[in-house]
C-alpha cells in the first residue's frame, strides 16, 4: 500500500505523534506501560477495524504506517479504498501481528481514520445538498485546520469530493478586510499586490460597490462574503465572468444550494476542516 501525499512527511507524522503518545522526552515515558505490563511479550493479536456509521472512508494508508511502524512484520489488509463510501458494519481493515506494538499503534491510527473519514465525510453531505444548487459550482476548504493537519485535512476534503482552496499564506494572495482596512481600499490592496509580482490575487468584497474597484486593480478571485443569494446573483451579473466568484460566509446545509444557483463558480466551507465530527470508527482486537 503507498501512501504519497505532495510535501507530506508521513514518516516524520507517524514518529512524532507516537512520540507524543508515548511520553517520549519525559521522566518515566517512552514506553506503554499498560501494553507492557498486561500484554505477553510473545501474544500475537488479530483485528478487524471496521465503521459503526454510513462513512466517506479516509486515512486507512496513515493508519496502516502506525502499525507497520511498530511492527514492520505485521499483517495489514485494507478492504476498501480512501474516498469510498461504505454502509454501517463496512470492514475496512484486517490487521495481524505482535500484540504490544498493535495496541500501542491502537489509539493513534483510529485517531487520524476517524478525524479524516469525519472530514470526507461532512464534505460528501455538502457536496450533495450544493448539486441540488448547481451541477457546476465546486465546493471549497478553507484553511480553517488544525496545526500539523493541513495537508491530510485538505486530503480528507478531496477524498469527499471537495476541492482545495490555497494552501497556505505563500501561493495566493488573499487581501481580507483587514488588510484593506490598513492598504485604505480595497483597490488599493490589489493594486499593492498586482505590482509585487503576486497570483492569483483573491480579494475579499462584502459590497457589490466593492467588485468593480477590485477587479479594475488586477483581482483574479472575488471572494463575495455573507451576501444572500439574491445579492450574490447580482454581483455574479456584475463580474460578468471577468473573474473566478466564490461564495463564502454564512454557508450550511440549508444554504448552500442557494447559494451555489446563484452562478457563482465557488462555495467554501470552514467548517469542513474546523468542526467536522469524527466518524465512528472501531478496532476489534481477538488473541491468535
Not at 461532512?122 to 493537519?149: F, N, P, W
Amino acid at each position: 500500500m503507498t501512501f504519497n501525499l505532495p510535501n507530506f512527511d508521513l514518516g516524520r507524522f507517524v514518529r512524532e505523534t507516537l512520540a507524543e503518545d508515548l511520553g517520549e522526552g519525559i521522566a518515566g515515558g517512552g514506553r506503554d506501560v499498560t501494553s507492557e505490563s498486561v500484554i505477553p511479550a510473545d501474544a500475537r493479536f488479530a483485528g478487524v477495524m471496521d465503521a459503526r456509521d454510513p462513512i466517506i472512508v479516509a486515512g486507512l494508508p496513515v493508519a496502516a504506517a502506525f502499525f507497520r511502524h511498530l511492527d514492520a512484520d505485521c499483517s495489514l489488509e485494507c478492504l476498501v479504498e480512501d474516498g469510498q463510501r461504505v454502509t454501517a458494519g463496512s470492514d475496512l481493515m484486517r490487521l495481524e501481528g505482535r500484540a504490544r506494538a498493535l495496541l500501542t499503534a491502537e489509539r493513534s491510527a483510529l485517531n487520524i481514520v476517524q478525524h479524516l473519514s469525519g472530514i470526507a465525510t461532512m464534505t460528501r453531505i455538502y457536496v450533495e445538498a450544493m448539486r441540488s444548487g448547481s451541477e457546476t459550482c465546486t465546493l471549497l476548504d478553507t484553511r480553517k485546520t488544525h496545526s500539523g493537519l493541513r495537508l491530510l485535512e485538505k486530503y480528507a476534503v478531496r477524498m469527499g469530493g471537495g476541492e482545495n482552496h490555497r494552501m497556505g499564506l505563500w501561493d495566493a494572495a488573499m487581501i481580507k478586510d483587514n488588510h484593506v482596512a490598513v492598504a485604505g481600499s480595497v483597490g488599493e490592496a490589489v493594486r499593492r499586490a498586482h505590482e509585487a509580482g503576486v497570483a492569483p490575487i483573491i480579494c475579499e468584497v462584502d459590497r457589490l460597490d466593492q467588485i468593480e474597484p477590485a477587479i479594475e486593480a488586477g483581482a483574479h478571485h472575488l471572494l463575495l462574503d455573507n451576501m444572500d443569494a439574491d445579492t450574490l446573483r447580482r454581483a455574479v451579473e456584475m463580474v460578468a465572468g471577468r473573474c473566478r466568484t466564490e461564495a463564502s460566509g454564512g454557508i450550511n446545509l440549508d444554504t448552500i444550494a442557494a447559494k451555489a444557483a446563484s452562478g457563482v463558480d465557488y462555495v467554501s466551507v470552514g467548517r469542513l476542516t474546523q468542526s467536522a465530527p469524527a466518524a465512528d470508527i472501531g478496532l476489534d482486537f481477538s488473541l491468535r
